[in-house]
């Protein structure tokens, strides 16, 4: 059975930082891109970033780039999002995603098999 678990969400004031984790099981995630997805109420969910299996590319949306940072460590099947300077925009429940074995466009969420059910960030003005 794959699981994907986020953590690291809460409360935090504008211009600080959070650290996101998604840890999976289940799978050998290693040989699978992961992404980082976010959905705010009453919107559309939307690509925040993504990261290649070895993880030596990764891919941001406009709003997050220079701010928010994907990596992973494949000996602990986990991957993570650091997020800096946050804004009260980037309120939403936070989902990692993997790779569907076919590929596609990281951007996509069609892209993507296994979902985690997510992580709530909310930021203060």
């Known amino acids: 059975q794959v699981q994907l678990v986020e953590s690291g969400g809460g409360l935090v004031q504008a211009g600080g930082s959070l650290r996101l984790s998604c840890a999976g099981s289940g799978r050998i995630f290693s040989i699978y891109g992961m992404g980082w997805f976010r959905q705010a109420p009453g919107k559309e969910r939307e690509f925040v970033a993504a990261i290649t299996r070895s993880g030596g590319r990764s891919y941001y949306a406009d709003s997050v780039k220079g701010r928010f940072t994907i990596s992973r460590d494949n000996a602990k099947n986990t991957v993570y999002l650091q997020m800096n300077s946050l804004k009260p925009e980037d309120t939403a429940v936070y989902y990692c995603?993997?790779?569907?074995?076919?590929?596609?466009?990281?951007?996509?969420?069609?892209?993507?098999?296994?979902w985690g059910q997510g992580t709530q960030v909310t930021v203060s003005s």
């Open positions: 995603a993997s790779e569907r074995p076919w590929g596609g466009s990281y951007y996509s969420s069609n892209t993507y098999d296994y």
